[in-house]
Every structure is written in C-alpha cells, then in structure tokens.
C-alpha cells in the first residue's frame, strides 16, 4: 500500500508547481503571518477545490489557528491536512462485495472519464481476489465501446456479455445479470456509455438499465461507482448530484490522478454530497487502480 | 433569460447603495461577485486575478457609478472584455496551399480527439475537400477499431497497418493521401499526458517526420483549474495551431477556454457540441463570453430547437 501511494506521490509532485512543493515552501520554517492566507487559497483554488469548499477550510483553519496558536507555518499545514483528512471520514475497510451473489455493479459516468477502463480494472483486481467476475457491455452507443471492454475482458481474463451494437443497453444489462446467475459468478461489472448529465433522454435511459437489473435482483446495483476524471472542474459537483439523484450513486472512482490535476472538486463531492471516494486510478494498466486513503491523498496533494 | 450574475451584483448593489451613493469602492467590493463567477467557472486563479485587474479601471469609471443600472454596465464591461480576450472573432482552419494539408489532434485522454478527427473530416467532406484519417493511436484498446467505425460512418478512408509505429503510421498516411488522390490527412493520436516524456517525444517525431498546417489541442470543456498547465505544456514541445473544445454539449461554464486563451494566446478554432459526427461548429467568443458568466448559451440553444 504505501509502496503504491508513493507512486502517485511520484505521479503527483512530477511538477515543479506542485500543490505539497508550494506550499512546503510558502509554510516551511516560517513563523505564521497573516499574508499566507491568500497565498494559500491561491494554491487550494488550483487543486480545483472551489469556492464554498475553500470558504470551508479556510474558515475551518482560521478557527483552529485562533484557537490553538501554532508559531510556526509548519503547524498550520499540519492543522490544514487535520482538517482535510477529517472531511473525507472514510468508514475503515468498507467491504466492496454484497453478501448477495452475484453483486452486480454500475459503472456510470460523463464522456470519457474512464468507466471501460476501470470496470477492466476492476475486474482484474476481483478476480485476483479469488472471485468470479463477468463484464457487461452496455455500452452499445459509442463506436467500438464493445471491442474495448472485449479487450478488457481478454486482460483480465473475463468473459464478456455482448451483443450487436446499436442493441438496447437495458438488455444487455439484463443479459449480464442472467448470465452471472447463470454461471453462478460472485460478481458482474457492467459498463454503461459515456452521458452528460444534464441530457435528461440519457438519464431516462441510465434509469431504465437499473430498472432491468432489479428485474431479476430487487436489490442490485449493488455498487454504482461514479467516474470522475481528476481534471475535472466544478462541473463535478454538478455531476455527482445529478447521477446521484438518478441511479443511487454508491461511491466515487477518481481517475487520471497520474496526470497534474489534484482532483480537489472530489473533496467538494464528498463534503456537500456525502459520497465517498472509494478507488483512485493512476494510469492505464491493469495495475493502475488503488484503493482510495484519506491520509495518503492528502499527504500527496499538500506534501509530507 | 435568468441571469445569475447581474442579479447577484443588483443585490450586492442593492445593500450598497442604502448607505447612499455607489462609490468606486463599492464597485470595486462587487467585482468580487465577478470573481467568484469567474472562479465557479473555472477560469483560472491566476488569469482571474489578472483580468480584474484589467477591468477594474473601466467599471469603476464615472459611466457605471452615474448608471441608473450599474449592475448590467458592469456585467457589460466584464463580458466584452471576455469576448475581446478569447479572440473577437471566428478562427478557421488553415488549408495548405500545396495539399496535402495535414492536421493532427492531440490531448489528453479522453478529450475527445478521435471523435473530433470524425467530425471533422466530416466537416472537410461537406466543404468539398477530400480527407482521410490516420488511426495512430496503438496503445488504447479498440481505439483503432473505434475511427475504422467512425470512418465507416462518415465514408472516409482510414490509413492503419498493424505493426507499424505512430511516427510509421503518419508516414503511411501522407504516402496514401499521395496514391488516393486525397487532400487533407488527419492524424489521430493516442492520449498522453503533458508530463509522460516519453509519448510526448513520440508527437515530436511524428511532427518531425510528417510536418504539420495544423496542431490542434483538443480540450474538455469540463477541465479545471489545470487547463492551463496541460496547455502550456503541450505547446512547449509542438507547434501547436489551436484548441478544439469539446462536450459543450454539457452545463460546464467552461472556464477553460478563457484560461487557455489567455496563456497561451492559442485560438479557440471548433467546439464539440455533441458526441454524433455532425456535432462540430465553429468558435464563437461572445456567446463563450456569456456562456463562462453563467448567463446562458441563448443563441446555441434557439438554434437547437
Ligand atoms: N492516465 C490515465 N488515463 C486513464 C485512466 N483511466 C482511464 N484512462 C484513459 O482515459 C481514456 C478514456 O477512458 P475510457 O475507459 O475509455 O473512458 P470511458 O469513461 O469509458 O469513456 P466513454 O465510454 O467514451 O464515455 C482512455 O484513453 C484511458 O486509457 C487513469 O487513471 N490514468
Ligand atoms: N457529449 C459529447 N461527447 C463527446 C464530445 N466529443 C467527444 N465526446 C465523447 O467523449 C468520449 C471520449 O471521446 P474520444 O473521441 O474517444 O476521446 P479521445 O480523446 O480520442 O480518447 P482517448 O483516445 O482514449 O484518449 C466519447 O464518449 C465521445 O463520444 C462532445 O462534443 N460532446
Ligand atoms: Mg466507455
Ligand atoms: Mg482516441
């Protein structure tokens, strides 16, 4: 695990301009003066926090530097990450797979965050686990969605459920959960095609995919993740509430985190929606998705 | 129309001016609603500070403070300065004059550039001129299958030849143009990140040994804060010619734009509005203006309907 957090820590201070770097330099040795206040918003706005998320913690940390006086900006970045970490409150080894087999999970999400390549991922992190995993190909719209997650399947070493393109998604949804009861699977994966949230046809249609799974397990989707690329801006937020009034969300994967981006707005998800960040991805290899560690990201995003 | 921002500044006005007359420094207090505008958006920190500070002198000026409605002149301000800033007016693509012209789309992943090489050569198609495609990413799974399907679709051949390396690939395709009577060769390419050395050298050779008319770096329109680091870095290392914004389609302001145009000075040339092949229009700075603003994409959206 922390062999792997390093690594993004490695993805994540590859720029000069890096969040940690700044802001050890703006902190380091120095007694605490008033000035840094800006300064340090200036560097939680590039990290893609945004407004009332940094109203939060600015006002969060005000009140602990009143309180409890640090003479040093080092103290005060420790009170920062404090304050950080406890936003992210994650429950301690939340169990992934329902009781329920086969568990059926979602994977929804905006155009091109990644939801193909971490259901693949996902399928070879299970399947190493010792579970029977099957992907579904519900993504039926976008030209060789089908092939790709094929490809998936073929690096994972998991069978996929397809059928022609342009068929109904729903039905291929269907055609999943049968075949995982079927082939008494503990755990089916089903991609779904890329959606704006704000195309209301496109939500209608989400909805119906998870109509049909509770067909045959009222109950399912047991996991509905949410893909967010870390690049993501503000428009996140927007994202996450809408999918999440729509199909349940149940948590959040933040991907492309290998890149400069920091992901901030995925802290702003999780204090104003409550939905967790579960998994991280950190490239496009099979290897490439961890398990998301409050303390890890934000020791990585602010520095050690 | 519901216009988020006049309104807010109306109010913040509003409390104002009950203590009497506006001052220039209670414009100056209301300009912060700009910024948190600006900022929601997802313009840049940095830019946002700096084009403040270039608007400040002109909405503080006698005009506004006079002004029955100093809400709406400064909002007028702040929104023509935006248009003037992302380029005043539309910015085409650049033919070669001794064809082939060639075009390649770079970005990060998942921006959008094989589904903006469709549109395109689309686009090329039903302006007369006689394209062809270039499957160059080898690394995503299916990518090459996806433009051959696209290609299909849009009946525009697409060059690949399994084996042979991206730098080949570009090759292969200026050799095709030559041999299919073709005009325009689009290059598609695989999505890299501004910090992996290695793909990012691969663009070069490839720029190298099949030189470009035009380099367009294809942009999210949902991009955050760090647009303006991918973009800068990108033109670091390639001649880059300007900007395809995509998924505009979507409710993201998309601050990005400004960002990008005001560092790096590159042009905003198309925007993707759709993910079918026909979603693709030329830039329109003053609609992008309103549009970062929060005050809607009025005239993209009467013509939709
Ligand atoms: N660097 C990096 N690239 C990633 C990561 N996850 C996915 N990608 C890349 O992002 C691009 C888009 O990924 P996809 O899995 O196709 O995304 P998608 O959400 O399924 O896209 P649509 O189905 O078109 O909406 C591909 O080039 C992936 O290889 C990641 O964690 N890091
Ligand atoms: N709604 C919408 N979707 C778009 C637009 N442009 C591209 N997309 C979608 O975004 C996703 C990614 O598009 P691609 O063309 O595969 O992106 P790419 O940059 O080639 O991705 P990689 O090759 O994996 O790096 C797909 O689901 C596209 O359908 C657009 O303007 N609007
Ligand atoms: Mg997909
Ligand atoms: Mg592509």
Redesign the interface.
């Known amino acids: 695990m922390a062999g792997i957090w390093n690594r993004l820590k490695e993805g994540m201070s590859?720029?000069r301009?890096n969040l940690g770097g700044r802001l050890r330099a703006l902190f380091h040795g120095k007694e605490w003066d008033d000035n840094l206040w800006e300064e340090l918003e200036?560097i939680l706005?590039?990290?893609?926090l945004?407004?009332d998320t940094i109203e939060y913690l600015t006002a969060a940390l005000r009140e602990a530097v009143r309180t409890r006086r640090p003479r040093h900006a080092d103290d005060v970045m420790d009170l920062l990450r404090e304050i950080m970490v406890d936003l992210f409150d994650v429950p301690s080894d939340p169990s992934l797979l329902d009781p329920q087999r086969p568990s059926i999970w979602l994977m929804v999400g905006?155009?091109?965050?990644?939801k193909t390549t971490t259901a693949?991922k996902f399928a070879a992190l299970m399947k190493r686990q010792g579970y029977q995993v099957i992907l579904g190909a519900a993504d039926t719209?976008?030209?060789?969605?089908v092939?790709?997650l094929?490809?998936?399947g073929v690096?994972s070493g998991v069978e996929v459920v397809r059928q022609a393109?342009g068929a109904d998604s729903a039905a291929v949804a269907y055609d999943t959960v049968q075949a995982a009861i079927a082939r008494s699977k503990d755990l089916a994966i089903i991609d779904t095609a890329?959606r704006?949230?704000?195309?209301t046809n496109l939500m209608q249609e989400l909805q119906k995919v998870v109509r049909v799974i509770q067909r045959e397990r009222p109950q399912a989707p047991h996991q509905v993740w949410l893909v967010i690329?870390a690049?993501?801006?503000?428009?996140?937020l927007?994202q996450a509430q809408v999918f999440l009034e729509a199909v349940k969300v149940t948590g959040i994967v933040l991907t492309?985190l290998?890149?400069?981006?920091?992901g901030?707005?995925a802290l702003s998800i999780k204090r104003q929606l409550g939905l967790p960040i579960r998994f991280v991805g950190v490239g496009?290899k099979v290897e490439d998705l961890l398990p998301f560690d409050a303390d890890s990201y934000v020791r990585a995003i602010l520095g050690d | 129309m519901f216009d988020n921002l006049t309104e807010k500044l109306q109010a913040t006005f509003k409390r104002m001016r009950s203590q009497g007359r506006l001052t220039a420094d209670d414009v100056r207090e209301g300009l912060r609603d700009v910024r948190f505008a600006l900022l929601e958006a997802d313009v840049n920190f940095k830019v946002v500070k700096e084009f403040l500070s270039q608007v400040e002198e002109e909405a503080v000026g006698q005009d506004v403070l006079d002004s029955l409605t100093p809400a709406q002149g400064v909002v007028r301000i702040v929104r023509d300065h935006l248009t003037t800033l992302m380029g005043g007016q539309v910015e085409r693509i650049k033919m070669a004059s001794n064809p082939p012209t060639v075009i390649y789309l770079v970005g990060l992943q998942g921006s959008g550039k094989t589904t903006t090489t469709a549109k395109l050569a689309k686009m090329l198609k039903q302006q007369g001129r006689q394209p062809l495609m270039v499957a160059a990413d080898i690394y995503r799974p299916a990518a090459v299958d996806q433009l051959q399907a696209l290609g299909q679709q849009i009946d525009v051949p697409v060059v690949f030849s399994p084996g042979l390396s991206p730098v080949q690939l570009a090759q292969e395709g200026w050799q095709k143009s030559r041999q299919l009577a073709k005009d325009v060769v689009l290059v598609d390419t695989a999505g890299r990140l501004h910090v992996d050395e290695t793909l990012m050298t691969e663009l070069v050779e490839m720029h190298e040994a099949l030189p470009a008319h035009e380099t367009l770096l294809v942009v999210d329109a949902m991009t955050g804060q760090d647009a303006v680091r991918v973009a800068s870095a990108f033109k670091e290392k390639l001649p880059l010619t300007g900007v395809v914004l995509t998924k505009l389609d979507g409710d993201a302001r998309g601050g990005a734009a400004l960002s990008i145009r005001q560092v790096t000075g590159l042009p905003i040339k198309l925007v993707g509005s759709g993910e079918k092949v026909d979603a693709l229009e030329p830039f329109q700075p003053d609609r992008m203006a309103s549009r970062i603003l929060g005050m809607g994409d009025v005239l993209t959206l009467i013509e939709k309907a």
């Not at chain 1, 706005?45 to 893609?48: F, K, N, R, V």
């Not at chain 1, 719209?141 to 969605?145: E, L, T």
């Not at chain 1, 704006?196 to 195309?199: F, P, R, S």
């Open positions: 590859r720029t301009n200036e706005y590039e990290a893609d945004g407004v905006v155009n091109g965050t990644g693949g719209f976008r030209a060789a969605a092939e790709q094929q490809e998936w690096r393109p890329g704006l949230h704000n195309k690329d690049t993501t801006g503000q428009n996140g927007a492309k290998d890149g400069t981006a920091k901030g707005i496009e």
